[in-house]
C-alpha cells in the first residue's frame, strides 16, 4: 500500500473566500505535487414545512456556467454553529424561518482537492417571513414534495452533488425517525429555542 508522507506545503493564492495550497507528499517513489482547495466549513440547509415540502433554490455555479437547483445554504461565520449559520443563511436566501432545527451531520465534499466541511442541517416548521429580503444570488426558489425531488434525483433534474447527497440523508433520517416514533432510547429532532440552540441528532444507520 502507498504511503504519504507529507513534506512541503506552499500558498499557491489567498483572498477573502478561499487558499491554493500546494502539497509536496513523499510517496515513496518520487515526491508529488497535489493542488488543493481551501474553503470554510458551510451549512447546506433542508428546510422542510409541515406538509413534507422541502425547499430548493436556483443558483448559479460558475465553475460549470449554469444554473442549478441546490439546498440553501453557506459559509459558518467565525463564532456560529452550523446551526446559527443555517437559520441565518435560510432566512437571507429565502425568507423563511424554522420552528425546528437539528443537526443530522457532516460531509466531505470532494477530499481529493479541496478541503472544507459540510453540515446538514434539518429546518422544520418553516414559515415566510414576509420583512426578508432576499439574497441577489439566489435566482429563484420553489417548494416541492420531498417524494417529488427524490424522483428529480433519480431522474437527473436535480444533481448538484451536495445537494443530492444532503436530501437523500435527510430523507432516510426522516424516515427513521418516522419508523422509531415512540422509542425512548431514539430521540427525535430538537424543537428550537433561541436561535442556534439545536443539538446533534442521533441518528442510526442499519449495518
Not at 459558518?76 to 420552528?99: F, H, I, M, N, S
Not at 472544507?116 to 414534495?145: F, G, Q, R
Not at 429532532?189 to 442521533?202: H, L, Q
Amino acid at each position: 500500500m502507498q504511503q504519504w508522507k507529507l513534506i512541503g506545503t506552499d500558498t499557491v493564492y489567498t483572498d477573502s473566500w478561499s487558499k491554493v495550497i500546494r502539497k509536496t507528499y513523499d510517496a515513496g517513489n518520487g515526491h508529488e505535487d497535489f493542488i488543493v482547495l481551501e474553503k470554510a466549513e458551510f451549512a447546506l440547509i433542508a428546510a422542510i414545512d409541515e406538509a413534507r415540502n422541502i425547499l430548493l433554490v436556483r443558483q448559479y455555479r460558475h465553475g460549470r456556467d449554469r444554473s442549478y437547483w441546490a439546498l440553501p445554504g453557506g459559509f459558518v461565520d467565525e463564532g456560529e454553529t452550523p446551526a446559527d449559520a443555517a437559520q441565518r443563511e435560510l432566512w437571507e436566501e429565502t425568507g423563511y424561518v424554522a420552528k425546528r432545527v437539528s443537526y443530522i451531520g457532516a460531509l466531505h465534499p470532494i477530499p481529493a482537492f479541496l478541503k472544507t466541511m459540510a453540515h446538514i442541517v434539518l429546518c422544520e416548521d418553516i414559515v415566510k417571513d414576509p420583512s426578508a429580503v432576499i439574497d441577489t444570488e439566489i435566482e429563484s426558489s420553489d417548494i416541492v414534495p420531498l417524494d417529488a425531488v427524490i424522483q428529480k434525483i433519480l431522474s437527473g433534474e436535480v444533481h448538484e452533488m451536495q445537494a443530492v447527497a444532503a436530501i437523500l440523508l435527510v430523507n432516510e433520517f426522516l424516515r427513521q425517525r418516522g419508523k422509531s416514533a415512540g422509542r425512548s432510547r431514539w430521540p427525535t429532532a430538537v424543537r428550537a429555542g433561541k436561535r442556534g440552540s439545536a443539538r446533534r441528532a442521533r441518528l442510526r444507520f442499519p449495518v
